[in-house]
């Protein structure tokens, strides 16, 4: 099956600061998908993007899904952006559907 | 609001004894998901389904059974034959579970399940 990795596995940051975190894939995907986990445990979707660029404000995403992985960026990043952020992919959903470890953020006011 | 509901927040059981976790949506979703997430872990899953009355393994679905008599609902059972139940259980439902653009998953707030 498909394996996802996810990188830095952890990351601080000062209140302000931008930062990437990436994601691969060890083989083509057609649903990838962003999500973020609050400190309470809700996941919320950021976003669906199995290829090319997509901007949400202070966030955005790119995917290059000939090199088989994708990037999510964070600018001017604020408290409440802490929590960990997990990327998943595969094919529809169901068991071709992985989620990466995570990379834990943690902003510092 | 429409949204995924789950209950309880919080469960405790004692060892051999089958616990039933609930998992509603008011989304009109086609696709329903149960995931486990261990402590520092990604999430994996266990069961899912895409329609009443189906639904299929995920990658560790010995020791949990499902149901899906109604649209809404998605109930998992963690039988006393899971051998390490304690953990975060998180429900998901999308809109058709094929996959596309407009079948991003939506997340229930979960239940923390610990074995005593």
């Known amino acids: 099956g498909i394996q996802v990795e996810q990188s830095p596995p952890d990351l601080i940051l000062q209140e302000g600061a931008n930062s990437t975190l990436r994601c691969n894939f060890s083989?083509?995907?057609?649903?990838l998908q962003w999500f973020h986990q609050n400190p309470w445990g809700q996941l919320i979707n950021l976003f669906y993007?199995?290829?090319g660029t997509k901007q949400n404000g202070r966030l955005s995403a790119t995917t290059v899904a000939t090199e088989r992985y994708s990037l999510l960026y964070i600018s001017s990043s604020q408290t409440t952006d802490s929590g960990v952020y997990f990327c998943?992919?595969?094919?529809?959903?169901?068991?071709?559907?992985?989620f990466g470890p995570g990379t834990r953020l943690s902003v510092l006011p | 609001d429409g949204g995924i509901t789950q209950s309880p927040k919080y469960l405790f059981r004692k060892e051999g004894q089958n616990v039933t976790l609930s998992c509603e949506q008011n989304?009109?979703?086609?696709?329903m998901y149960w995931y486990r997430q261990d402590p520092g872990q990604g999430l994996r899953l266990i069961y899912y389904?895409?329609?009443?009355?189906?639904?299929q393994k995920g990658d560790i679905a010995e020791g949990y059974s499902v149901s899906r008599e109604k649209k809404e609902s998605f109930p998992l059972t963690v039988t006393s034959a899971q051998k390490n139940p304690t953990a975060f259980y998180l429900c998901?439902?999308?809109?058709?579970?094929?996959?596309?653009?407009?079948?991003?998953?939506?997340f229930g707030p979960g239940t923390r399940l610990t074995v005593l």
């Open positions: 998943a992919g595969g094919y529809n959903y169901g068991q071709n559907f992985v």
């Open positions: 389904s895409q329609i009443v009355n189906d639904f």
């Open positions: 989304l009109n979703h086609d696709a």
């Open positions: 083989d083509s995907v057609n649903n």
């Open positions: 993007i199995p290829s």
């Open positions: 998901a439902s999308s809109s058709t579970g094929t996959g596309g653009p407009t079948d991003t998953q939506y």
